[in-house]
């Protein structure tokens, strides 16, 4: 039998959120997220809870407060919790990180990522039932998918710019024809089952230099 330490190097660090259970492919903590709806996350991705039952927040990775570097990610999750989705989704913009949110309301389910995803959202609906994870090739692996044979996206992930820039995808698409992502400033509604675009939510007005400057200092700092 493989070591613990060897075990935890496969597939470090990833997610996977299954309709129904599944023989998970990592080492896991596993948390039933709503039904029969099922979160497996790598046991070495740090994961916060706030709430409880119907009203609740798990948190996927690091997220900080730049106004209040002391708040670690409990905290910050607690500052959120009684917050409605859309509130909740206005205040991350003051947060840094990289991270993934799951959002219980009653029967609600939404996932937001940090501003720029860095911890990405991949999907795959197949016969009518929802999957997400962390990467394509994991999905693929778990739902027995083949690359695309479209020959322009065959064509253009064999470029070296699609190799430098770790293999990134045509828009929302990726090498496997089944399998989106959620692209940045959008959030996932799985009672929906749609990404939806949440920033910009209002026309946005031109900061002058100082004003900029000054924000940005607080920021840095």
């Not at 929802?130 to 090739?137: G, T, V």
């Not at 770790?166 to 959620?182: K, P, S």
Request: aromatic share 10%; proline share 4%; net charge negative.
């Amino acid at each position: 039998m493989e070591p613990l330490e060897i075990q935890n190097l496969r597939y470090r660090r990833q997610y996977i959120i299954a309709p129904l259970e599944i023989d998970c492919p990592f080492n896991h903590k596993k948390i039933n997220l709503i039904g029969s709806r099922t979160l497996y996350a790598h046991a070495d991705l740090k994961l916060t809870e706030a709430g409880n039952g119907e009203d609740r927040i798990i948190l996927l990775g690091d997220i900080f407060d730049f106004q209040n570097p002391e708040k670690d990610n409990r905290g910050i999750l607690l500052d959120l919790m009684g917050l409605d989705f859309d509130s909740l989704a206005r205040k991350l913009s003051y947060y840094t990180g990289r991270y993934l949110i799951i959002h219980r309301h009653g029967n609600e389910l939404k996932l937001i990522h940090d501003a720029i995803s860095l911890r990405k959202i991949y999907y795959a609906q197949m016969d009518g039932l929802l999957w997400f994870a962390s990467q394509p090739y994991l999905l693929a692996k778990l739902l027995n998918l083949k690359e695309t044979q479209i020959p322009s996206k065959v064509e253009y992930y064999k470029t070296l710019n699609a190799i430098q820039s770790y293999n990134a995808n045509f828009g929302n698409t990726t090498v496997y024809d089944e399998i989106m992502q959620v692209l940045p400033n959008h959030y996932f509604d799985v009672e929906k089952s749609m990404a939806v675009r949440y920033w910009p939510n209002e026309i946005m007005q031109p900061l002058d230099i100082e004003e900029a400057a000054e924000k940005c200092a607080m920021m840095i700092k």
